[in-house]
């Protein structure tokens, strides 16, 4: 997982409150194991809508518990394939949160003036290591967020789950070593 530092750009606003991720991603598309391809699926039902209009970039601003419903995982991969780096919203459905830090796709959790002055810009920065929204636009602003101290380390240096188990490298082969047997365990009877 690339490290993140600062996500610059252009936003795309959904306007949604309550987005559930068989929306993000429908059922009809889970049949692949693979992080990667579901971009072109993202909101498919909704993008047959005459008028959608959602493009890829960096920044997606959207509203109140985003990513609630089912579990998937399907529905970060597909919105990090489909081009959004961050998604800032007023709240989050807590597994999507931690699905979507897991492949580096930041949420960022903002209140709502926040996210609609944001979204009025329609571009702005998102400064992860000083956990810093700005944005331009007629009313220029920034403000700050919150994250969880070791989701702001694991995204800031790029550690996915494996990487942080790599490194208790030294850890984990002395605890096997010390654990190698030579042969099957018999208790007396």
Not at 51 to 74: A, K, M, Q, Y
Not at 122 to 130: F, R, S, T
Not at 148 to 165: F, P, Q
Request: aromatic fraction near 8%.
């Amino acid at each position: 997982m690339d490290p993140i530092t600062v996500i610059k750009g252009k936003v795309s606003v959904l306007d949604r409150d309550d987005v559930d991720t068989d929306q993000i991603m429908p059922k009809q598309f889970l049949k692949r194991v693979e992080r990667t391809g579901f971009g072109e699926f993202v909101f498919y039902d909704w993008r047959q809508e005459e008028g959608w209009d959602l493009p890829p970039n960096p920044i997606l601003v959207t509203g109140n518990n985003f990513g609630c419903g089912s579990s998937r995982e399907h529905a970060p991969w597909g919105l990090e394939d489909y081009g959004f780096k961050a998604i800032v919203a007023p709240s989050f459905a807590d597994i999507f949160f931690s699905n979507s830090t897991k492949i580096g796709l930041l949420p960022v959790i903002a209140d709502q003036a926040v996210c609609d002055a944001l979204a009025a810009a329609g571009e702005g920065e998102i400064d992860l290591p000083n956990r810093e929204i700005r944005w331009g636009g007629e009313q220029p602003g920034s403000a700050t967020f919150e994250l969880d101290d070791e989701i702001h380390h694991r995204l800031v240096n790029g550690l996915d789950d494996i990487a942080i188990s790599l490194l208790q490298d030294e850890a984990i082969s002395a605890y096997e070593a010390g654990g190698e047997r030579t042969g099957p365990v018999t208790t007396a009877l």
